[in-house]
C-alpha cells in the first residue's frame, strides 16, 4: 500500500529538500495515485520550511502538489476546522513558490483553487486559471490537475478557459493516458460530453474501445457516433 510504505519513510527521514520521495509522491499524486491527507501534511511540514528558504521552484512545486491533494481530500470530509487549514496552506503556499517563481503555473492553480473556496469564482480568482493556462497550457502533469478544477467550475468559467479545460483533456487522451482520459470524462460536466467523446474519434478503434470500456466500468455511460451503443439496462447507464 502506498501510503504505508510513505509512512515508513517518514518515520525513518529527516527533512531533506533534494529528497526524491517527495519527487516521486508528487508524480503519483500528479497521476491520479491517493495518500492519506494526514500523511501528505506531515511531509510538508518537514520539508517545507527548507524549500522555502532556498526559495527553489521544483521542491516548493512538489510540496505545493502534496497540499493540494490533501486539500481536495478535507473540503470533501466533515471536518470544516481542517479543511479551512488546508485552504489556508494552499493559498499560503502558493504565494510562496509564486514569490520564487512568478510564471509557475501550480502556483497559479493554487491560488485559483483556494481563493475560490474562499471567496468563490470572482474575477480575480477566475484571473489566477487564466494565468495557469497561459504559462503552461500543454504540461501534461499539470493539465491532469487542473481539468478536474476547471470542470467543477465550468458553468462559470468564460469561453476562453472553457475551451482550455476542453484542451486539457484532449491532450491527455491523445498522450494515450486512456485511464487518466476516462477518469476525466466520469467527472466532466454532462453538457460538454458530446464536445469531449469528438476530439477522441481520430485514434484507433482498439484505443477508443479501451477508453469505452474504462468509462463503463467506472459507471459512465458514453452514446456517441464514434462508440458502439451501450446495451446495458437503462437504470446502468444514467451517469
Known sequence: MLAGSALAWVASTIPNVADPTV????RQIAAGENYDAPLLRQIVKMNLPAA???CEPKPLRELLVLQLSAADMSVRGTDLAQADADVDAVQLMSRI??????TE???WLGAF???S?????TARTVAFLGQSYRLAPHEVWLQ?????LAFRAFGALPPALTD?????FNDVFHDRLISSAAALFIISPTPVRSRLLDLTCDVSERERLAFWFLVRDAGGNIQHRCYPPDDRPRFLRDN
Do not use: E, F, N, T
Not at 491532469?144 to 478536474?148: G, N, T, Y
Not at 482550455?164 to 486539457?168: F, K, P, S, Y
Open 117 to 121: 473556496r474562499q471567496d468563490g469564482l
Open 52 to 54: 522555502q528558504r532556498q
Open 105 to 107: 503555473s501550480l502556483g
Open 23 to 26: 519527487s516521486r509522491v508528487a
Open 113 to 115: 483553487w483556494s481563493g
Open 144 to 148: 491532469m490537475m487542473r481539468v478536474p
Open 97 to 102: 513558490l509564486l514569490g520564487c517563481a512568478p
Open 164 to 168: 482550455a479545460a476542453v484542451q486539457d
